[in-house]
Each structure stands twice: as C-alpha cells, then as structure tokens.
C-alpha cells in the first residue's frame, strides 16, 4: 500500500508540474477547460493523480471548478495584489542570492541576458525571462521564497488585453538585467534588491496601465 502511494504522489507531482507550467506558458489560456479523462489519457496516467493535481493548483489559484475544471481568469484587483507581492518577494530573493548565488549561475544569467539581447521572437525573450528570475530565486536558497514567489508568477502574456512594451522600454530592461547581474556577482544584497524592485515594479507598472487596473 506504501508503495503505491507513493507511485500517486509522484505522478501527481509531475502531472502538477506539466499543468502548472501549460497555464503559466499560456499554452493552457483563462478560460481554457481541462477535461480529467482527457488529461489522463494524454499523460497516460490514472485519473486519480490528475484530479490530486488540479486540486493543488486550485488551492494555487490557478484553476476553479466550474461544472468541471477551468483555468482561471484572475479578476483585476487580483493581478493587481499578485503584482504588488511580486516586486517584494522579487526584491527579497535578490538580497538573498548575492551572497549565496555561485559563480556557475552568474554564468548562465549572463548568457540568458545576451540571449535575451539578441532574441527578436517574443516568445522565446518572454521564456529566457522567465529562467533568468526563477535562477535568481533560486539563488536566494530559501524554499519558503520560492514557493511564494512561484505561487505569484503571473504572465502579461496570458492577458486578454495586449501588453506592449516599446523599444525603449526593452532597453531598459536589458540595462537593468545587467545592473542586476552585476550587483549579484559584487555580493551587494542591498543594490541587488533595489534593482530588482525598480526592475518588477516597472513591469507592473506597464501591465497595470495596460489592462487599465487601479494601481490603488
């Protein structure tokens, strides 16, 4: 019985993972219905481990049961707080990761920069984007952060709404990218963290206007 509890929890692990990282990538968009037998099938596992992991990504937020399974569309005031606390935990696993982020990882931010530098496809910047922050908070070598910021992640992407940023915007962003890698490799947590906050709240701030939130 031990050992086939333990087979569920690791297949729904890695049917949770699969999901989460659909409805993140916005292969799975709002709105988009995820049918348990279709699921099953197409992970070839047992309905038993996909239901486990679509309740865990309803206690996520992520997905809400509305005469079956939903992904959900987060209403404003949501992307609003979901913001808010972004810039902070992003500020805070920046802090961290400089004085514990390993000089291999400095490496593959680099690269991931001067990817990001020389990428015209948006999509691919908007992924190589992603691994650059998720590298960082991991650095910060907290597991608590982590699942906070993880639990946080929220792509414009995945909006209704078109968000747009402008040539000048992009530079600024790889500037501070830069700013950021270079604040983690001198070890200062207190720069570290301020770009890191400047960094995120300027996406929201674009985000925000965009989808025409109150900031409040």
């Known amino acids: 019985m031990a050992t086939q509890r333990s087979t569920q929890t690791i297949a729904a692990d890695a049917v949770h993972e699969h999901l989460r990282n659909a409805i993140l990538s916005a292969e799975y968009r709002p ?13 070839k596992v047992s309905r038993t481990p996909v239901r486990e992991a679509l309740l865990r990504l309803k206690q996520e937020g ?37 004085g514990r982020i390993s000089p291999e990882t400095l490496a593959t ?18 992924q190589l984007n ?8 991991r650095s910060a070598g907290n597991h608590v ?23 000048k915007d992009i530079r600024t962003v790889n500037e501070e ?15 570290a963290g301020v770009i890191a906050r400047t960094h995120i709240q300027r996406t929201a701030d674009i985000i925000t206007r965009a989808l025409r939130l109150d900031p409040r």
């Open 145 to 167: 952060l982590a699942d906070a910021a993880r639990s946080t992640m929220i792509n414009y992407w995945n909006f209704n709404a078109p968000v747009v940023f402008t040539e």
């Open 177 to 191: 990218h830069r700013a950021l890698h270079a604040a983690l490799a001198a070890g200062d947590g207190e720069a």
């Open 130 to 137: 992603d691994e650059f922050h998720s590298l960082i908070t």
């Open 109 to 126: 931010l680099l690269e991931l920069i001067e990817r990001m530098e020389h990428t015209e496809a948006r999509v691919e910047v908007n």
């Open 62 to 98: 992520l997905v809400v049961q509305q005469k079956g399974w939903v992904v959900r569309d987060h209403a404003p005031h949501e992307i609003v707080e979901l913001l808010e606390a972004r810039v902070e935990l992003e500020a805070a696993a920046a802090r961290l990761a400089a």
């Open 31 to 43: 709105n988009h219905r995820l049918v348990e037998q279709e699921l099953s099938t197409q992970l």
